[in-house]
Structures are given as structure tokens and as C-alpha cells.
């Protein structure tokens, strides 16, 4: 066990990320090759099948990184790690019922709620419902006990938005190999940037890591990680930026996913971004 007080912010984001790289270095392949055995495998863009829901790597590396956190590192995260691998935990399941019972007959968060007001559960449906809660109980078993001090239901409100939207917005970028593992570091760059010196970027630290080692599969067109793996990123993102920030950039990144998410609806991400020579040179970077 290590004194955490003689560890400079630096040393300990260094330290987790290595440790996310490492632990997705012993799962990946295996995992790969465990779901492409079982035959769970989908077309991809091109056509080709590939293995699909190969996303719960990230759950992994996190299992095994925060455990020797945990174990080396004690009191570092405190309850904050609890809650996020619990809050990964869930996110994965829901985004693999999605890759493994899911049709694309109702798209977008707006198909998927107009099937909901018609009676029909969608597996799209039953993940933004599930989402939606999610983000609300991590933001209440966080906030628990700190009403009356800095707290109000405007905190809780934009704290859980960011969490739920923050999965969405990770989701809707995951159409083409590699965007949504690019559009996360971008994102993770700037938090870090952000809230640098905080112990609540260390778990975007460790899933940074994993994403390292599991990002050239994806931008070869070898796996898909799916719903699976890009909810599981667009929480690591959300929980992170609602720990993290503070109230003004808080609300500047609230008000960039409420943008984001209505100019999704409204226009084709894979047409804007090919339309842009510098997002197309970025999103097509590493891929295949």
C-alpha cells in the first residue's frame, strides 16, 4: 500500500492510465476472440461480419484497474469508485441487451420515445429509460446527505442531464470505426485539461488506457464494441464531467450536448463530418 500524499496528480493519472493499459492488454484479444467464436458477429458498414459487442472490455479493464487501485491505492476514490464501476456495470448490460435483442426499425432518441408513447418497448427505448435513472441515481447516491450545504435540485438536475446525454452523445458518434473512440479522447482531453489535480479523472484514466489499446481493432474494422462499448465511454465521460466540473462549465457542457443532440436529429453526422475536409481527414485517421 502507497501513501497517496506523496503522489503528485501527474504520478497518480500516470498510474492509472498505465494500469488501464495494461489490464486491456491481458482481456482484449481473448475477448475478441471468445465472442467471435460464439459467433456473435454483425456486418459492419462495408458489409464484412464482424465480432460485435466486444465493448465490455471496457467493464473489464475497469474491474481489474480499480481492484488493485483499491488494493494498492486505499482511500484514493473513496465511495466515487464504487459507484462507477456499479454505474458502468449497468450501462454495459443495457448497451448489450441493445447489440444482442435490438432491431434499427425506430432510431434517435425521438423514434425511440414515439415508439414508447405507442405501447412498444424498444431495446433503444429501454436503454434511455434505463440511462436516464442511472444518471439520476449516481447523481443522488453522490449528492446523498449534501443537501442545505451547496446542493440544490438545479445541481441535481444538470448533473444527471450531463450523465444521460453524455451517453447518447458517445452513442450517436459510434457509426463508423473509430469516431466514438476519437470523439471520446477528445472529449477526455478536454476534462482532463479542465479538472486537472481532481482524483475524480482517474477512472477516465483507466478507461482512456483501455481505449489505447482497444482503439486499433475498431479503426481496422476488426471489431465492433457497440452499444456495449460506447455507452460504457459516454458514461466514463458524463460521470467524470459532473464530478469534476465546476457549476460554469458544467453548464457550458450541458449546453454543447443539448446542441449536439438537436443537430444530430436534424442532420446526417456522417454527411457533415465527409462534407468537412478537417473532420473528414480526422474521422477517416487510422482507419482502413
Known amino acids: 500500500m502507497f501513501a497517496t500524499d506523496n ?8 498510474l492509472n492510465l498505465i494500469l488501464g493499459i495494461a489490464a486491456a492488454g491481458i482481456v482484449t484479444s481473448p475477448v475478441v476472440k471468445m465472442v467471435y467464436r460464439s459467433e456473435f458477429v454483425r456486418p459492419n458498414f462495408k458489409g464484412d461480419p464482424i465480432p460485435v ?30 459507484i462507477f464501476i456499479l454505474g458502468l456495470s449497468v450501462i454495459t448490460f443495457l448497451g448489450f441487451v441493445d447489440d444482442t435483442l435490438g432491431n434499427r426499425q425506430a432510431s434517435g432518441l425521438k423514434g425511440h420515445f414515439k415508439a414508447l408513447l405507442k405501447g412498444e418497448l ?13 444518471a439520476l441515481l449516481i447523481t443522488l447516491i453522490d449528492y446523498r446527505g449534501k443537501f442545505g450545504l451547496d446542493v440544490s435540485i438545479i445541481n441535481i438536475i444538470v448533473s444527471t442531464l450531463i450523465i444521460a ?44 488506457g483501455s481505449l489505447l489499446i482497444y482503439l486499433p481493432w475498431d479503426l481496422k474494422a476488426k471489431t465492433m464494441m457497440g452499444d456495449t462499448g460506447s455507452n460504457a465511454l459516454g458514461l466514463t465521460i458524463g460521470v467524470t464531467a459532473a464530478w469534476s466540473f465546476d457549476s460554469a462549465a458544467k453548464l457550458i457542457y450541458l449546453g454543447f450536448l443539448i446542441f449536439f443532440h438537436l443537430f444530430t ?9 465527409a462534407g468537412n475536409k478537417i473532420l473528414n481527414y480526422l474521422d477517416k485517421l487510422g482507419r482502413e
Open 265 to 273: 436529429e436534424k442532420y446526417s453526422l456522417t454527411k457533415v463530418i
Open 165 to 208: 446525454l453524455s451517453i447518447n452523445a458517445v452513442n450517436l458518434l459510434d457509426l463508423r470505426p473509430g469516431r466514438a473512440g476519437k470523439g471520446f479522447l477528445l472529449l477526455a482531453v478536454v476534462i482532463i485539461i479542465l479538472s486537472w489535480g481532481s482524483y475524480d479523472i482517474l477512472p477516465l484514466a483507466l478507461i482512456t
Open 7 to 14: 503522489l503528485s496528480p501527474a504520478v497518480l493519472f500516470l
Open 122 to 134: 424498444t431495446t433503444g427505448g429501454l436503454k434511455a429509460l434505463g440511462g436516464g435513472v442511472l
Open 53 to 82: 459487442g466486444v465493448g465490455f472490455i471496457f467493464l473489464l479493464t475497469a474491474l481489474i484497474a480499480l481492484t488493485v487501485d483499491y488494493l494498492l491505492l486505499p482511500g484514493l476514490l473513496g465511495n466515487r469508485g464504487t
